[in-house]
């Protein structure tokens, strides 16, 4: 099992910041892809960044030059930041840590519990 923590979020005016933090804990696969989601009312949960497998980032065309992904440390495979710069009222959601690992041809994927990020206009 994999639990995972976040930090951050909150309620920011356009063209605000904020940071969100993800920590994984349990049985932690050095190998392993995490990322953030966010599922806004109304709407499917969608991908806003993430580290891949094989350490390459993933951003949503959304969020590209404002949002930034990072690690605490280049080791630090259990963790995961998210930067979040010129927030914009569409990027208002609910934010989901993501973590994923293989075992074989299996994949296994786990979830935190959201943190909502409002921008206000």
């Known amino acids: 099992q994999v639990q995972l923590v976040e930090s951050g979020g909150g309620l920011v005016q356009a063209g605000g910041s904020l940071r969100l933090s993800c920590a994984a804990s349990?049985?932690?696969?050095?190998?392993?892809?995490m990322g953030w989601y966010r599922q806004a009312p109304g709407k499917q949960r969608e991908l806003v960044a993430e580290?891949?497998?094989?350490?390459?980032?993933?951003?949503a065309d959304s969020v590209k030059g404002r949002f930034t992904i990072s690690r605490d440390n280049a080791n630090a495979k259990n963790t995961v930041n998210l930067q979040m710069n010129n927030l914009k009222p569409e990027d208002t959601a609910v934010y989901y840590c993501?973590?994923?690992?293989?075992?074989?041809?299996?994949?296994?994927?786990?979830w935190g519990q959201g943190t909502q990020v409002t921008v206000s206009s």
């Open positions: 993501n973590y994923r690992h293989r075992i074989a041809v299996n994949e296994y994927n786990y």
């Open positions: 349990g049985s932690i696969f050095s190998i392993n892809a």
């Open positions: 580290f891949t497998h094989i350490g390459s980032t993933n951003y």
